[in-house]
Protein backbone atom coordinates (compact mmCIF):
# COMPACT_ATOMS: atom_id res chain seq x y z
CA UNK A 1 0.00 0.00 0.00
CA UNK A 2 2.73 2.52 0.85
CA UNK A 3 4.64 1.82 -2.88
CA UNK A 4 0.85 3.04 -3.99
CA UNK A 5 0.71 5.89 -1.99
CA UNK A 6 4.13 7.16 -3.41
CA UNK A 7 3.73 6.03 -6.75
CA UNK A 8 -0.30 8.21 -6.68
CA UNK A 9 1.76 11.33 -4.75
CA UNK A 10 4.41 11.85 -7.95
CA UNK A 11 1.55 11.13 -10.50
CA UNK A 12 -0.09 13.97 -8.82
CA UNK A 13 3.36 15.86 -8.28
CA UNK A 14 4.09 15.11 -12.32
CA UNK A 15 0.79 16.45 -13.03
CA UNK A 16 0.95 19.70 -11.43
CA UNK A 17 4.56 20.41 -12.96
CA UNK A 18 3.41 19.72 -16.05
CA UNK A 19 0.45 22.07 -15.44
CA UNK A 20 2.72 24.47 -13.69
CA UNK A 21 0.22 25.03 -10.71
CA UNK A 22 3.05 26.05 -8.26
CA UNK A 23 5.95 28.93 -9.41
CA UNK A 24 7.33 29.43 -5.54
CA UNK A 25 9.91 27.32 -4.77
CA UNK A 26 11.82 29.12 -1.81
CA UNK A 27 10.24 27.21 0.63
CA UNK A 28 8.95 23.22 1.37
CA UNK A 29 10.91 20.04 0.55
CA UNK A 30 14.06 20.80 -1.69
CA UNK A 31 13.28 17.44 -3.95
CA UNK A 32 9.89 18.24 -4.32
CA UNK A 33 10.97 21.53 -5.41
CA UNK A 34 13.55 19.90 -7.98
CA UNK A 35 10.85 17.32 -9.15
CA UNK A 36 8.10 20.66 -9.92
CA UNK A 37 10.73 22.63 -11.86
CA UNK A 38 12.54 19.88 -13.80
CA UNK A 39 9.60 17.95 -15.31
CA UNK A 40 8.60 20.84 -17.33
CA UNK A 41 12.24 22.01 -18.10
CA UNK A 42 13.83 18.38 -19.01
CA UNK A 43 10.74 17.56 -20.65
CA UNK A 44 10.82 21.15 -22.97
CA UNK A 45 14.69 20.15 -23.35
CA UNK A 46 13.41 16.55 -24.77
CA UNK A 47 11.14 18.68 -27.26
CA UNK A 48 14.21 21.02 -28.40
CA UNK A 49 16.23 17.66 -28.66
CA UNK A 50 13.92 16.40 -30.80
CA UNK A 51 14.18 19.28 -33.66
CA UNK A 52 17.99 17.73 -34.26
CA UNK A 53 17.02 14.11 -34.43
CA UNK A 54 14.04 14.84 -36.63
CA UNK A 55 15.50 16.75 -39.08
CA UNK A 56 18.56 14.66 -39.07
CA UNK A 57 16.53 11.51 -39.54
CA UNK A 58 15.24 12.75 -42.79
CA UNK A 59 17.81 14.44 -43.98
CA UNK A 60 19.31 11.42 -43.82
CA UNK A 61 17.43 9.87 -46.51
CA UNK A 62 18.19 12.61 -49.16
CA UNK A 63 21.93 11.67 -48.74
CA UNK A 64 25.35 12.67 -47.19
CA UNK A 65 25.76 15.97 -48.86
CA UNK A 66 22.66 17.30 -47.60
CA UNK A 67 23.09 16.14 -43.75
CA UNK A 68 26.90 18.02 -44.14
CA UNK A 69 25.13 21.31 -44.58
CA UNK A 70 22.55 20.92 -42.14
CA UNK A 71 25.85 19.84 -39.53
CA UNK A 72 27.73 23.27 -40.95
CA UNK A 73 24.97 25.41 -40.82
CA UNK A 74 24.54 24.46 -37.22
CA UNK A 75 27.82 24.85 -36.94
CA UNK A 76 27.58 28.95 -38.08
CA UNK A 77 23.97 28.84 -35.96
CA UNK A 78 26.32 27.81 -33.16
CA UNK A 79 27.44 31.53 -32.65
CA UNK A 80 23.50 32.49 -32.65
CA UNK A 81 22.54 29.51 -30.26
CA UNK A 82 25.54 30.79 -28.28
CA UNK A 83 23.34 34.85 -27.64
CA UNK A 84 20.58 33.73 -27.29
CA UNK A 85 21.48 31.53 -24.51
CA UNK A 86 23.72 33.81 -23.24
CA UNK A 87 20.49 36.73 -22.85
CA UNK A 88 18.79 33.39 -21.40
CA UNK A 89 20.79 33.34 -18.96
CA UNK A 90 21.06 36.54 -17.75
CA UNK A 91 17.20 36.19 -18.37
CA UNK A 92 16.67 33.85 -16.18
CA UNK A 93 18.63 35.07 -13.56
CA UNK A 94 17.64 38.61 -13.24
CA UNK A 95 13.79 37.63 -13.72
CA UNK A 96 14.09 34.43 -10.68
CA UNK A 97 15.87 36.90 -8.52
CA UNK A 98 12.78 39.70 -9.11
CA UNK A 99 10.58 37.03 -8.55
CA UNK A 100 12.09 35.83 -5.14
CA UNK A 101 11.87 39.12 -4.03
CA UNK A 102 8.16 39.41 -5.23
CA UNK A 103 8.82 42.41 -7.54
CA UNK A 104 6.69 41.20 -10.49
CA UNK A 105 6.46 44.29 -11.64
CA UNK A 106 9.98 44.72 -12.07
CA UNK A 107 10.24 40.82 -13.92
CA UNK A 108 8.01 42.39 -16.40
CA UNK A 109 10.13 45.57 -17.62
CA UNK A 110 13.15 42.96 -17.42
CA UNK A 111 11.19 40.89 -20.55
CA UNK A 112 10.09 43.44 -22.63
CA UNK A 113 13.59 44.64 -22.15
CA UNK A 114 14.83 41.65 -23.27
CA UNK A 115 12.44 40.89 -26.12
CA UNK A 116 13.82 44.18 -27.53
CA UNK A 117 17.36 43.54 -27.62
CA UNK A 118 17.02 39.81 -29.65
CA UNK A 119 14.30 41.78 -32.29
CA UNK A 120 17.12 43.94 -32.84
CA UNK A 121 19.72 41.47 -32.49
CA UNK A 122 17.75 39.13 -35.69
CA UNK A 123 17.52 41.74 -37.62
CA UNK A 124 21.57 42.38 -37.63
CA UNK A 125 21.53 38.17 -38.43
CA UNK A 126 18.70 38.47 -40.92
CA UNK A 127 20.84 40.66 -42.88
CA UNK A 128 23.93 38.39 -43.09
CA UNK A 129 21.80 35.27 -43.81
CA UNK A 130 20.74 37.23 -47.19
CA UNK A 131 23.66 38.58 -48.80
CA UNK A 132 26.57 35.59 -47.24
CA UNK A 133 25.19 32.74 -46.85
CA UNK A 134 27.72 31.11 -49.42
CA UNK A 135 30.51 32.21 -47.85
CA UNK A 136 29.52 30.85 -44.57
CA UNK A 137 29.61 27.57 -46.08
CA UNK A 138 32.45 27.81 -47.62
CA UNK A 139 34.83 29.10 -45.12
CA UNK A 140 33.31 26.05 -42.76
CA UNK A 141 34.67 23.46 -45.78
CA UNK A 142 31.82 22.75 -47.56
CA UNK A 143 32.69 21.27 -51.35
CA UNK A 144 31.74 23.75 -54.21
CA UNK A 145 29.19 21.42 -55.19
CA UNK A 146 27.42 20.83 -51.84
CA UNK A 147 26.91 24.51 -51.04
CA UNK A 148 25.48 25.20 -54.55
CA UNK A 149 23.06 22.07 -53.74
CA UNK A 150 21.96 23.20 -50.66
CA UNK A 151 22.68 27.10 -49.28
CA UNK A 152 19.20 27.85 -49.53
CA UNK A 153 19.06 25.51 -45.95
CA UNK A 154 21.51 28.30 -44.79
CA UNK A 155 19.98 31.41 -45.82
CA UNK A 156 16.25 29.91 -44.75
CA UNK A 157 17.58 29.73 -40.76
CA UNK A 158 19.75 32.75 -40.52
CA UNK A 159 16.82 34.62 -42.05
CA UNK A 160 14.19 33.44 -40.17
CA UNK A 161 16.31 33.31 -37.09
CA UNK A 162 14.32 35.77 -35.04
CA UNK A 163 11.91 33.18 -34.00
CA UNK A 164 15.14 31.14 -32.51
CA UNK A 165 15.90 34.03 -30.49
CA UNK A 166 12.65 34.64 -29.51
CA UNK A 167 11.71 31.14 -28.49
CA UNK A 168 15.08 31.35 -26.06
CA UNK A 169 14.08 34.40 -24.76
CA UNK A 170 10.65 34.13 -23.88
CA UNK A 171 11.08 30.64 -22.25
CA UNK A 172 14.12 32.18 -20.28
CA UNK A 173 11.29 34.53 -19.02
CA UNK A 174 8.90 31.72 -18.12
CA UNK A 175 11.68 29.79 -16.59
CA UNK A 176 13.24 32.27 -14.13
CA UNK A 177 9.49 32.79 -12.81
CA UNK A 178 9.07 29.56 -12.41
CA UNK A 179 6.18 28.63 -15.28
CA UNK A 180 8.57 26.58 -17.06
CA UNK A 181 5.20 24.44 -18.03
CA UNK A 182 4.40 27.11 -20.44
CA UNK A 183 8.28 26.66 -21.94
CA UNK A 184 7.78 23.24 -22.34
CA UNK A 185 4.15 23.41 -24.22
CA UNK A 186 5.65 26.02 -26.95
CA UNK A 187 8.11 23.66 -27.73
CA UNK A 188 5.86 20.69 -27.52
CA UNK A 189 4.04 23.18 -30.40
CA UNK A 190 7.09 23.39 -32.67
CA UNK A 191 7.92 20.18 -32.57
CA UNK A 192 4.69 18.80 -33.64
CA UNK A 193 4.90 21.06 -36.37
CA UNK A 194 8.07 20.14 -37.01
CA UNK A 195 7.37 16.14 -36.98
CA UNK A 196 4.30 16.48 -39.27
CA UNK A 197 5.86 18.88 -41.45
CA UNK A 198 9.61 17.39 -42.19
CA UNK A 199 8.35 14.73 -44.24
CA UNK A 200 5.73 16.08 -45.81
CA UNK A 201 8.34 18.66 -47.32
CA UNK A 202 11.34 17.26 -47.49
CA UNK A 203 9.97 14.08 -49.26
CA UNK A 204 7.58 15.50 -51.18
CA UNK A 205 4.71 13.60 -49.67
CA UNK A 206 1.09 14.08 -51.03
CA UNK A 207 0.11 17.35 -52.64
CA UNK A 208 3.01 18.74 -51.24
CA UNK A 209 6.53 19.73 -53.38
CA UNK A 210 9.74 17.26 -52.90
CA UNK A 211 11.96 20.69 -51.43
CA UNK A 212 14.52 18.17 -50.29
CA UNK A 213 16.62 19.79 -47.33
CA UNK A 214 15.13 23.19 -47.95
CA UNK A 215 11.94 21.36 -46.56
CA UNK A 216 13.89 20.77 -42.90
CA UNK A 217 14.33 24.81 -42.95
CA UNK A 218 10.89 25.77 -43.54
CA UNK A 219 9.13 22.99 -41.33
CA UNK A 220 11.39 23.96 -38.21
CA UNK A 221 10.87 27.59 -39.35
CA UNK A 222 6.82 27.65 -39.26
CA UNK A 223 7.07 25.43 -36.54
CA UNK A 224 9.00 27.64 -34.27
CA UNK A 225 6.69 30.72 -35.25
CA UNK A 226 3.74 29.31 -34.12
CA UNK A 227 5.43 28.48 -31.09
CA UNK A 228 6.72 32.03 -30.64
CA UNK A 229 2.87 33.12 -31.18
CA UNK A 230 1.76 30.78 -28.11
CA UNK A 231 4.26 32.12 -25.86
CA UNK A 232 3.20 35.97 -26.32
CA UNK A 233 -0.33 34.94 -25.88
CA UNK A 234 0.44 33.83 -22.80
CA UNK A 235 2.56 37.07 -21.93
CA UNK A 236 -0.25 38.79 -22.74
CA UNK A 237 -3.35 37.71 -21.38
CA UNK A 238 -2.95 38.89 -18.12
CA UNK A 239 -3.18 35.39 -16.16
CA UNK A 240 0.92 34.81 -15.77
CA UNK A 241 2.86 36.57 -13.00
CA UNK A 242 4.60 38.16 -16.22
CA UNK A 243 2.62 40.78 -17.69
CA UNK A 244 3.22 42.50 -20.70
CA UNK A 245 1.63 45.90 -21.97
CA UNK A 246 1.94 47.78 -24.70
CA UNK A 247 3.46 51.19 -23.15
CA UNK A 248 6.42 49.16 -21.59
CA UNK A 249 7.48 49.00 -25.30
CA UNK A 250 10.11 51.79 -25.45
CA UNK A 251 13.89 51.39 -25.20
CA UNK A 252 15.19 51.84 -21.10
CA UNK A 253 18.92 51.73 -21.81
CA UNK A 254 19.58 51.66 -17.74
CA UNK A 255 17.29 48.40 -17.87
CA UNK A 256 19.19 47.09 -21.27
CA UNK A 257 22.87 47.84 -19.74
CA UNK A 258 21.44 45.93 -16.47
CA UNK A 259 20.62 43.14 -18.96
CA UNK A 260 23.65 43.20 -20.72
CA UNK A 261 26.01 42.91 -17.77
CA UNK A 262 24.58 40.17 -16.53
CA UNK A 263 23.86 38.59 -19.87
CA UNK A 264 27.70 39.16 -21.32
CA UNK A 265 29.03 36.39 -19.17
CA UNK A 266 26.36 33.68 -20.12
CA UNK A 267 27.14 34.84 -24.10
CA UNK A 268 30.43 34.65 -23.73
CA UNK A 269 30.43 31.21 -22.18
CA UNK A 270 28.87 29.69 -25.08
CA UNK A 271 30.38 31.98 -27.85
CA UNK A 272 33.76 30.44 -26.38
CA UNK A 273 32.24 27.21 -26.82
CA UNK A 274 30.77 27.76 -30.10
CA UNK A 275 34.17 28.81 -31.55
CA UNK A 276 35.62 25.88 -30.01
CA UNK A 277 32.55 23.73 -31.70
CA UNK A 278 33.46 25.02 -35.37
CA UNK A 279 36.92 24.68 -35.18
CA UNK A 280 36.27 20.98 -34.31
CA UNK A 281 33.70 20.64 -36.95
CA UNK A 282 36.61 22.16 -39.44
CA UNK A 283 39.27 19.84 -38.16
CA UNK A 284 36.01 16.96 -39.12
CA UNK A 285 35.45 18.31 -42.15
CA UNK A 286 39.00 17.47 -43.34
CA UNK A 287 38.59 13.79 -43.31
CA UNK A 288 35.58 14.20 -46.20
CA UNK A 289 32.06 14.34 -45.96
CA UNK A 290 31.15 11.46 -44.79
CA UNK A 291 33.13 12.03 -41.53
CA UNK A 292 31.22 15.21 -41.24
CA UNK A 293 27.84 13.84 -41.80
CA UNK A 294 28.89 10.66 -39.54
CA UNK A 295 30.49 13.29 -36.36
CA UNK A 296 27.16 15.31 -37.03
CA UNK A 297 24.76 12.72 -36.72
CA UNK A 298 26.37 11.56 -33.44
CA UNK A 299 26.29 14.46 -31.82
CA UNK A 300 22.67 15.13 -32.75
CA UNK A 301 22.37 11.40 -30.97
CA UNK A 302 24.20 13.15 -27.91
CA UNK A 303 22.02 16.56 -27.94
CA UNK A 304 19.09 14.46 -27.85
CA UNK A 305 20.00 12.99 -23.84
CA UNK A 306 22.34 15.97 -23.10
CA UNK A 307 19.36 18.39 -23.27
CA UNK A 308 16.76 16.92 -21.19
CA UNK A 309 19.53 17.07 -18.58
CA UNK A 310 20.50 20.95 -19.33
CA UNK A 311 16.97 21.18 -18.49
CA UNK A 312 17.61 19.57 -14.83
CA UNK A 313 20.57 22.13 -14.73
CA UNK A 314 17.83 24.95 -15.73
CA UNK A 315 15.99 23.65 -12.94
CA UNK A 316 19.12 24.48 -10.68
CA UNK A 317 19.70 27.79 -11.94
CA UNK A 318 15.73 28.72 -11.32
CA UNK A 319 16.02 27.25 -7.63
CA UNK A 320 19.35 29.31 -6.90
CA UNK A 321 18.34 32.47 -7.84
CA UNK A 322 14.52 32.38 -6.51
CA UNK A 323 16.56 31.29 -3.17
CA UNK A 324 19.11 33.88 -2.86
CA UNK A 325 16.42 36.54 -4.03
CA UNK A 326 14.36 34.98 -0.38
CA UNK A 327 17.83 35.55 1.36
CA UNK A 328 18.08 31.32 1.60
CA UNK A 329 21.92 30.74 -0.01
CA UNK A 330 22.03 27.29 1.89
CA UNK A 331 19.05 26.16 0.64
CA UNK A 332 20.12 27.15 -2.74
CA UNK A 333 23.28 25.42 -1.86
CA UNK A 334 21.65 22.21 -1.52
CA UNK A 335 19.44 22.39 -4.25
CA UNK A 336 22.28 22.23 -6.60
CA UNK A 337 24.39 19.42 -4.85
CA UNK A 338 20.65 17.57 -5.21
CA UNK A 339 20.25 18.28 -8.61
CA UNK A 340 23.78 17.29 -9.51
CA UNK A 341 23.40 14.38 -8.16
CA UNK A 342 20.25 12.82 -10.10
CA UNK A 343 21.48 14.12 -13.38
CA UNK A 344 24.31 12.19 -12.37
CA UNK A 345 22.45 9.37 -12.49
CA UNK A 346 20.92 10.12 -15.33
CA UNK A 347 24.04 9.76 -17.44
CA UNK A 348 25.19 6.95 -16.08
CA UNK A 349 22.83 5.47 -17.72
CA UNK A 350 23.07 7.02 -20.80
CA UNK A 351 26.64 6.46 -21.47
CA UNK A 352 26.02 2.74 -20.66
CA UNK A 353 23.57 2.40 -23.50
CA UNK A 354 25.59 4.92 -25.93
CA UNK A 355 28.79 2.01 -25.38
CA UNK A 356 26.58 -1.18 -25.56
CA UNK A 357 24.52 0.39 -28.69
CA UNK A 358 26.72 3.07 -30.06
CA UNK A 359 26.74 1.29 -33.69
CA UNK A 360 22.79 0.71 -33.79
CA UNK A 361 21.89 3.86 -32.79
CA UNK A 362 24.08 5.38 -35.68
CA UNK A 363 22.67 2.80 -38.17
CA UNK A 364 19.17 3.69 -37.57
CA UNK A 365 19.66 7.55 -38.77
CA UNK A 366 22.43 6.89 -41.26
CA UNK A 367 23.04 4.16 -44.23
CA UNK A 368 26.54 5.27 -45.28
CA UNK A 369 29.46 2.58 -44.00
CA UNK A 370 32.21 5.73 -43.07
CA UNK A 371 29.78 7.63 -41.13
CA UNK A 372 28.48 5.15 -39.11
CA UNK A 373 32.32 4.13 -38.31
CA UNK A 374 33.40 7.84 -37.52
CA UNK A 375 29.71 8.62 -35.05
CA UNK A 376 30.24 4.87 -33.55
CA UNK A 377 33.78 5.94 -32.38
CA UNK A 378 32.56 9.47 -31.72
CA UNK A 379 29.79 7.93 -29.00
CA UNK A 380 32.32 5.55 -27.57
CA UNK A 381 34.42 8.24 -26.13
CA UNK A 382 31.78 10.65 -25.49
CA UNK A 383 30.52 7.91 -23.15
CA UNK A 384 33.40 7.91 -20.85
CA UNK A 385 33.60 11.58 -20.30
CA UNK A 386 29.49 11.29 -19.43
CA UNK A 387 29.37 10.92 -16.00
CA UNK A 388 31.54 13.70 -15.19
CA UNK A 389 29.35 16.16 -17.48
CA UNK A 390 26.47 16.05 -15.09
CA UNK A 391 28.49 17.96 -12.36
CA UNK A 392 29.67 20.11 -14.93
CA UNK A 393 26.57 21.07 -16.41
CA UNK A 394 24.32 21.71 -13.39
CA UNK A 395 27.61 23.43 -10.87
CA UNK A 396 27.59 25.79 -14.71
CA UNK A 397 24.70 26.73 -14.48
CA UNK A 398 23.90 26.69 -10.37
CA UNK A 399 26.60 30.24 -10.97
CA UNK A 400 24.43 31.75 -14.18
CA UNK A 401 21.47 31.47 -11.75
CA UNK A 402 23.51 33.20 -9.04
CA UNK A 403 24.22 36.17 -11.45
CA UNK A 404 27.94 35.14 -11.93
CA UNK A 405 27.88 34.45 -15.04
CA UNK A 406 31.88 35.29 -14.93
CA UNK A 407 33.20 32.62 -13.37
CA UNK A 408 32.04 29.78 -16.24
CA UNK A 409 33.04 32.22 -18.66
CA UNK A 410 36.59 32.03 -17.13
CA UNK A 411 36.69 28.48 -16.90
CA UNK A 412 35.38 28.03 -20.19
CA UNK A 413 37.78 30.16 -22.00
CA UNK A 414 40.48 27.87 -19.97
CA UNK A 415 39.16 24.54 -20.61
CA UNK A 416 37.79 24.88 -24.50
CA UNK A 417 40.66 27.55 -26.30
CA UNK A 418 43.95 26.53 -23.96
CA UNK A 419 42.79 22.91 -23.35
CA UNK A 420 40.63 21.56 -25.96
CA UNK A 421 40.89 23.38 -29.03
CA UNK A 422 44.93 22.57 -29.00
CA UNK A 423 44.50 18.83 -27.60
CA UNK A 424 42.26 18.34 -30.46
CA UNK A 425 44.83 19.63 -33.07
CA UNK A 426 47.62 18.18 -31.88
CA UNK A 427 46.09 14.99 -31.90
CA UNK A 428 44.66 15.33 -35.31
CA UNK A 429 47.45 16.69 -36.82
CA UNK A 430 50.83 15.41 -34.82
CA UNK A 431 48.81 12.39 -33.33
CA UNK A 432 47.10 11.25 -36.88
CA UNK A 433 44.16 10.20 -35.25
CA UNK A 434 42.00 12.09 -37.43
CA UNK A 435 38.11 12.43 -36.07
CA UNK A 436 39.32 10.49 -32.88
CA UNK A 437 41.50 12.99 -31.53
CA UNK A 438 38.53 15.22 -31.79
CA UNK A 439 36.46 13.10 -29.72
CA UNK A 440 39.49 12.08 -27.27
CA UNK A 441 39.98 16.00 -26.76
CA UNK A 442 35.84 16.42 -26.41
CA UNK A 443 36.04 14.25 -23.37
CA UNK A 444 39.02 15.07 -21.63
CA UNK A 445 38.06 18.80 -21.79
CA UNK A 446 34.18 18.13 -20.27
CA UNK A 447 35.83 16.16 -17.61
CA UNK A 448 38.38 19.00 -16.28
CA UNK A 449 35.50 21.68 -16.66
CA UNK A 450 33.51 19.11 -13.96
CA UNK A 451 36.67 19.17 -11.68
CA UNK A 452 37.46 22.50 -11.72
CA UNK A 453 33.80 23.82 -11.35
CA UNK A 454 33.21 21.93 -8.66
CA UNK A 455 36.05 23.51 -6.59
CA UNK A 456 35.63 27.12 -7.03
CA UNK A 457 31.48 25.87 -6.37
CA UNK A 458 32.50 24.91 -3.13
CA UNK A 459 34.34 28.27 -1.91
CA UNK A 460 30.87 29.94 -2.09
CA UNK A 461 31.68 33.70 -3.70
CA UNK A 462 28.46 32.84 -6.22
CA UNK A 463 26.12 33.74 -2.60
CA UNK A 464 27.47 36.76 -2.48
CA UNK A 465 26.35 38.29 -6.07
CA UNK A 466 24.38 41.25 -6.19
CA UNK A 467 21.82 41.54 -9.38
Known amino acids: MAAIQKIKYYCQLFIQAVRGDITEFTTGSIDKAIFLLAIPMVLEMVLESLFAVVDIFFVNKIGINATSTVILTEASLTILYSVAWGLSIGITALVARRAGEKNFTAASDIAVQAILIGSVLSLVISLVGIFFSKEILFVLGAELKVIEETYLFTQIMLVGNIVIILLFINNAIFRGVGNASIAMKALLIANSINIVLDPLLILGIGPFPQMGVVGAAVATTIGRTVAVCYQFYHLNNGKALIKLVSRQFVFRFKLIRQIMNTSAGGMFQFIIGSCSWIFLVKLIAESGTAAVSGYGTAIRICIFTILPAWGMANAAATLVGQNLGANQPDRAEKSVWRTAFLTFCFFAIVAVIFFVFGEPLMRF ?26 YGMVVTQAFNGAGDTRTPTYINLFVFWILQIPMAWFLTKFGQLGPTGVFIAIAVSETILALVSIVIFRRGKWKLVKV
Do not use: N
Request: hydrophobic share 45%.
Open 365 to 390: FIQDEEAVRVGTRCLYFLSTGYVFFA
